[in-house]
């Protein structure tokens, strides 16, 4: 059984890997997730905000305020370059470096010094909710597009794209996200919505891990995307299960990521969820991934918007008092 997959133009082991995360933090961590068998690791993010001193967006006025929002950060720019290093020192595996922005700056320049580093790629994290009222829809493209063309030319390794799920018209920015030098499609990064707090009037922020019922718009935009990009795509969020890989890499991936599921079983899920995809490629007689993945995209069809239409009637039709 060969679960050779080819991601951004790295050669893994199979298609599993480790999302952004705290898993890279520790390098005893790292080493059991890659004797367990994940096929490359991606860094926890380091945020644009982090260059700019003091971050608007984030220092309060308070002392305490002040204080806190550093928190925020566990790596500095020194601390985060040192750790790809030691990672890469420790593990065999590819390690990806995550970048977190959206607009053009000279925070972009970091791409080369993670490059220095040793990072085998980046992956760019577009995370954003655009709050005001002055910024247009393709304004935000738009700077989506010049930020990663400034990271793009900047280094040799190969840069990924993380994106939203909300964008007016996802399958238009993803070709445009490869022809401005994308070698991969992240879908999707999850929204962290706050919480209120109605006895102390307070915003609450929370963290809530992902489950399966995320699953299913990856799937969908994996199985429209799939056959319109040259690159690679990866499904992050909702996958729990080896019938998850299954069914994301019928749809169009190459690789999967997993942080949520991993944070609740820890290393050794990896390890099963391997053995898993094993007894169903056995079952149906595949060898290798290749020979399944896009099996179930939108390309066997005429015209995937009318399919996709018809689904939508049908679904709304398939309810019985």
Known sequence: MNFATNYLGLKLRNPII??????????????QLQ?????????????SEQFASPSPALVADSAEGVASSRAVYPFSADQYLRQITHLKQALSIPVIASLN????????????????AGADAIELNAYQVVASPGVAADQVE????????EIVSAVRIPVSVKISPFHTSVAQLAVALELSGSAGIVVFNRFYQPDMDIHELEVQPQLRLSDRSELLLRLRWLAILSPQLRGSLSASGGIQTAD??????LTGAHTVQL??????HGPRLVTELLIGLQHWMERHGY????QFRGLLNVSRYRDPAAFERANYIHILQSWRM
């Open 259 to 264: 942080v949520s599921v991993l944070l609740r």
């Open 244 to 249: 998850d890989i299954v069914k994301a890499l």
């Open 35 to 47: 004797d367990a068998g994940a096929a490359a690791m991606v860094m926890r993010s380091f945020f």
């Open 101 to 116: 922005g959206c607009y053009p700056g000279s925070w972009t320049s970091f791409a080369t010094q993670l490059e220095s």
């Open 142 to 149: 738009t700077g989506m597009l010049e930020t990663l063309r």
């Open 287 to 290: 060898q290798e991934p290749a």
């Open 18 to 31: 480790v999302g952004a995360s705290p898993f890279c933090d520790d390098i005893e961590v790292a080493l």
